[in-house]
């Protein structure tokens, strides 16, 4: 029995290779794919000269998958192959010149645009369909606003501090420095108390966060607020506190904005790349502000002995609050490390989810 070649027609998507094989009545078909990503076709049946064995072979342009799919009718064989990586071929074997008895599937042949497209309109067919499954929160409404309002008000109170530091700056100069507890700390409590939520949402479930990274950073500012700067008058006139307020300010004037757009499924391509870039110089400089906060404080604990410890008599008098300061300052740069991988494993799976996107 003479071997011949049979006509073969395909098309492609994505994701997948078509190939239509003009033998009827096939049997014995066997269909290999080779180490060197060459598919085999070997079956006995009717074709463009009559019944004989037809053989064929084609290697792939890139690599596909080893399962092969196919479905012998009375007219042909279907053969369903999926490509490794999903993108658009230029073309169907490794060499440029088509093999003669290779053509196009017009019964199933797209171009990239309408293939683009009917992917798209597959996904979102498959979107709206699992969105159905999915039960819907009765209370997501009222969650989102809530999300929606915390976070307005914290924008419009950070707001508030970074304007009113940034006009007497302008009209006082280094002046400006030495007073600003006594101008912006009221509203700095008010933001920092609030803050605390960021702690309990996570364990509420209304946001998908790990409260852990939000705890340090909430603790940490709280400590520097509340104790350094509330309970020492000391402290209360020095520059620092101005850099360590500017700094928070600056921080969260943007990300409290990108939360509370996505509240409302809005964002902005500016904003959101400021939320995920703008912590990279500022988040080290407030730990850095934060510390030398510390340190200004050290002595004047020591001197005041506020918040010391009592200890026996053998012992001493009492165990300076100043201590715990020092161990706190090794803690805080453990925190900035912690809190400093968060946000940067954060803007990784922002922007490859981005690309993926585009791609």
């Known amino acids: 029995m003479q071997i011949l070649t049979p006509h073969v027609y395909w098309a492609q998507r994505h994701g997948e290779i078509f190939l239509r094989v003009e033998l ?62 999903e993108r658009w071929w230029q073309r169907l074997t490794l060499r440029e010149k088509k093999p003669v008895f290779l053509g196009p599937d017009f019964d199933r042949w797209l171009d990239e645009s309408d293939a683009e497209m009917e992917l798209q309109a597959k996904e979102k067919i498959n979107k709206i369909s699992v969105e159905s499954r999915v039960r819907k929160d009765p209370y997501l409404g009222l969650k989102k606003g809530y999300l929606f309002m915390y976070n307005l008000v914290q924008f419009l109170g950070f707001s508030w501090i970074f304007v009113n530091m940034t006009v007497r700056l302008f009209i006082f100069g280094q002046d400006s420095f030495y007073d600003t507890f006594h101008t912006a700390a009221d509203m700095m409590y008010f933001c920092q108390m609030m803050a605390v939520l960021e702690v309990i949402n996570p364990l509420l479930g209304l946001v998908k966060t790990n409260f852990f990274p939000a705890m340090i950073q909430v603790a940490g500012r709280n400590v520097i607020l509340f104790v350094i700067f509330g309970s020492l008058e000391e402290m209360q006139n020095k520059a620092v506190v101005f850099f360590v307020f500017y700094l928070w300010s600056t921080i969260e004037i943007f990300r409290y904005p990108f939360y509370m757009l996505a509240c409302i499924d809005t964002e902005w391509k500016l904003l959101t790349w400021l939320r995920y870039s703008l912590w990279i110089p500022l988040y080290p400089l407030g730990v850095v502000a934060e510390a030398v906060a510390v340190i200004q404080s050290l002595p004047i604990f020591d001197e005041t002995r506020l918040f010391s410890i009592p200890l026996p008599s053998m012992l001493g008098r009492s165990l300076s609050f100043s201590y715990t300061l020092q161990l706190y300052l090794v803690l805080m740069f453990l925190g900035l490390f912690i809190n400093f991988r968060h946000l940067y494993k954060q803007r990784q799976r922002r922007y490859r989810s981005r690309k993926k996107k585009v791609q």
């Not at 792939?60 to 490509?83: A, C, G, M, N, Y």
Request: charged share 35%.
């Open 24 to 85: 009827s009545d096939a049997t014995n078909v066997d269909i290999r794919l080779m180490e060197d990503n060459t598919l085999q076709f070997r079956a006995q049946g009717h074709g463009a000269k009559g019944d004989n064995q037809y053989e064929f072979s084609l290697e792939f342009l890139e690599p596909v998958k080893p399962e092969i799919h196919q479905k012998s009718t009375q007219r042909q064989v279907d053969i369903k192959i999926k490509k490794r990586e």
